[in-house]
Nanobody, 125 residues
Framework: QVQLVESGGDLVQPGGSLRLSCAAS????????MTWYRQAPGNQREQREL??????????NYADSVKGRFTISGDNAKSTVYLQMNSLKPEDTGVYYCNAEVHTQQNPFVPYHYWGQGTQVTVSS
């Protein structure tokens, strides 16, 4: 029904920058919020940590570990969210997953959460 596709992950040196994108498609009625999660190497799915979140109104929240370095932004017309990551550190390494809280056209009254497949970010010299 709804697909999320992440892109932009790469190998980068400490201090470098990356920009991740997550595009949502499908029978979308409305997106309430989109969130980036990070799964560090060796961690399980249940241990994914919230990195940044943005609502459809543009309100953003960040994990303390990324405040001042990462910026989340959204394009409602494109159903896309971006994560600009600057001053990257080795501890930022992991698979970054996009999650969207979506009201679908089939069921516009109840929101569901959808996940993308993830994009790998490796910060290493």
């Amino acid at each position: 029904q709804v697909q999320l596709v992440e892109s932009g992950g790469d190998l980068v040196q400490p201090g470098g920058s990356l920009r991740l994108s997550c595009a949502a498609s499908g029978r979308i009625f409305r997106i309430n919020a989109m969130t980036w999660y990070r799964q560090a190497p060796g961690n399980q799915r249940e241990q994914r940590e919230l990195v940044a979140n943005i609502t459809s109104r543009g309100w953003a929240n960040y994990a303390d570990s990324v405040k001042g370095r990462f910026t989340i932004s959204g394009d409602n017309a494109k159903s896309t969210v971006y994560l600009q990551m600057n001053s990257l550190k080795p501890e930022d390494t992991g698979v970054y997953y996009c999650n969207a809280e979506v009201h679908t056209q089939q069921n516009p009254f109840v929101p569901y959460h959808y996940w993308g497949q993830g994009t790998q970010v490796t910060v290493s010299s």
